[in-house]
């Protein structure tokens, strides 16, 4: 089937409804681990930098691949693409769930993203294909920004719900029917549609000219040695092999460019960089997704391993910033017509600069509600972007670009929020493990004392077997050496934040006040070049 006409009827709205659904799980994928992370701890005791890993290989396997698998999906179908990433995501998620060490975990972590790769790329090229009218394609776009948010609130309470009544690895078992009804709907409701600008396949099946392998492998091996040596180096310190690792990923990250400039069939071709529109609301998509991911992971730590609070409560009380979230996304809607896209994102990272700062004021012993208002500000001042930049990356490049152009996207979103939690939590980390060398209470050391500077979690469980006093005193220290942390992640994420609205200022300046879609494609019918 090829890309639909005209307006969209029936089957194309509940197609959405298909599409939708992998999207909500991507979403909740990661908030459903910010909660199990103690459990992980305790029970598969992995150190600092692979409680990281366990967070980060997810991600860093999607940024990845997504520029591969977005060029795939153009190539062979995205529908087939989206099926074969559901039916991956499923068997992932089951070893996920049953994983016996830190190791195992890590490596179906790496599954589970190279699963996700296939699927985000092939649901925004499928809606921008059964949408041709801009005023419906920014309903179906801003329905698939509702649910990334809505994935974002919901993961964290479906995990706290489970881990509250079962083990942690049923926080993975979550994607399982979902994606299972992905699988039994795209068939009968989503188009297949291949770029018309591609060889289209030959009588037999299989697609004629060459897929761009080298640079396909470049992409992805650009991405793993480059965050590997940032987080270690930020972690550790000094050490030759976390620099090597840097500058070899820097290296294939050129090698990589050039290879886009060069090959007959690039994976995306560069020219889209050009288009300030596209180019601007990547840039401003990647500084937020930075600042605002790399600082979710401390919010719920601090309600559940500084206020004691079980999953469940933690993951109930984390709603709380979401009301401001909504409100901040149905604010920007009905002034996306009245307002410059590029005031109103300004706007809105100078609130979220507000709540990075309400955040250097939050202590061990601070009331509840601070740490909530800062995150509720913090989120809404960020989110209310997210709708409005992917509505610009869709419109503003071609539409047989679509799926690269989707998969850009989103690799520098998962880029920016791989790298936030990764560059974040290593400076917090950092911060903690500097804070106890040498801190500890007299009468702590040994294995003990290691698996407490390692990390919060492990200090909470090593004051738990501690008698008495000395128990109290560890996790008075351990407590104020992340609160400590924390304070520096939020002046790093306040800088993020005011560097974003800068950048949307002066990339996204030139869009006029029109819903985003007809904002995009107005100011492209001339091909402008980006900033520098």
């Known amino acids: 089937m090829t890309a639909t006409t005209g307006r969209a009827g029936r089957r194309e709205w509940i197609g959405l409804a298909v599409l939708l659904l992998p999207t909500l799980v991507l979403a909740m994928d990661m908030g459903v681990l910010f909660f199990a992370v103690p459990y992980i701890s305790t029970t598969l005791a992995p150190s600092g930098t692979q409680q990281l890993w366990i967070m980060d290989m997810y991600s860093f396997l999607l940024a990845g691949l997504l520029i591969t698998m977005g060029a795939l999906g153009d190539r062979i179908g995205r529908r087939r693409l989206l099926m074969v990433g ?83 690895g049923s926080a993975f078992l979550l994607a399982v029917p979902v994606m299972a009804l992905v699988l039994l709907g795209a068939p009968f409701l989503l188009p297949e549609h291949r770029s018309p600008a591609l060889p289209q396949p030959s009588a037999g099946g299989t697609p004629i000219g060459r897929f761009d392998l080298l640079g396909a492998a470049l992409s992805f091996a650009a991405i793993l040695p480059a965050v590997y040596g940032i987080k270690t180096l930020a972690v550790d310190g000094w050490d030759p092999l976390p620099a090597g690792a840097l500058a070899a990923g820097l290296v294939l990250a050129g090698a990589f460019y050039l290879r886009q400039r060069t090959a007959a069939n690039p994976l995306i071709d560069l020219s889209l960089f050009r288009i300030r529109t596209f180019s601007g609301a990547i840039g401003v998509n990647t500084l937020a997704m930075f600042a605002m991911m790399g600082f979710a992971l401390f919010t719920s730590q601090y309600l559940q391993l500084v206020k004691g609070m079980s999953p469940f409560t933690a993951s109930l009380w984390s709603l709380v910033p979401s009301v401001g979230v909504g409100a901040s996304v149905g604010i920007s809607s009905a002034l996306a017509g009245k307002v410059r896209p590029a005031v109103l994102m300004g706007c809105g990272f100078l609130i979220g600069a507000t709540g990075f700062a309400m955040m250097t004021q939050v202590g061990p012993h601070s009331p509840l509600a601070l740490i909530l208002t800062a995150a509720g500000v913090l989120a809404a001042g960020t989110v209310g972007t997210m709708t409005m930049t992917a509505e610009m990356v869709v419109s503003a490049a071609p539409a047989e670009q679509t799926g690269a152009a989707s998969a850009t996207s989103e690799t520098a979103v998962e880029l920016g929020s791989s790298l936030g939690i990764a560059l974040l939590g290593a400076a917090g980390a950092a911060v903690y493990r500097h804070q106890l060398d040498g801190g500890l209470p007299a009468g702590v050391g040994g294995e003990a004392a290691r698996t407490a500077q390692d990390t919060l979690g492990g200090a909470v469980s090593t004051a738990a077997q501690l008698p008495g006093r000395l128990g109290t005193d560890l996790l008075e220290t351990a407590r104020g050496a992340f609160t400590d942390g924390l304070h520096v992640a939020a002046v790093v994420g306040l800088v993020f934040a005011l560097g974003a609205g800068l950048l949307a200022y002066r990339l996204l300046g030139h869009l006029p006040a029109a819903p985003a879609a007809e904002a995009a494609e107005a100011a492209e019918t001339e091909p402008e070049t980006a900033a520098a």
Not at 101 to 117: C, D, P, T
Request: with cysteine; net charge neutral; charged share 10%.
């Open 86 to 168: 559901a039916a991956g995501f499923i068997g992932a998620s089951l070893l996920a769930a049953w994983s016996g060490s830190a190791e195992q975990l890590i490596a179906a972590r790496a599954l589970l993203g190279a699963a996700g790769a296939t699927v985000m790329p092939s649901t925004l090229a499928l809606i921008r294909t059964m949408f041709d009218d801009p005023k419906q394609r920014q309903i179906a776009l801003g329905a698939w920004g509702g649910m990334l948010t809505g994935g974002a609130t919901l993961g964290p309470v479906a995990g706290g719900l489970l881990l509250d009544h079962c083990w942690w």
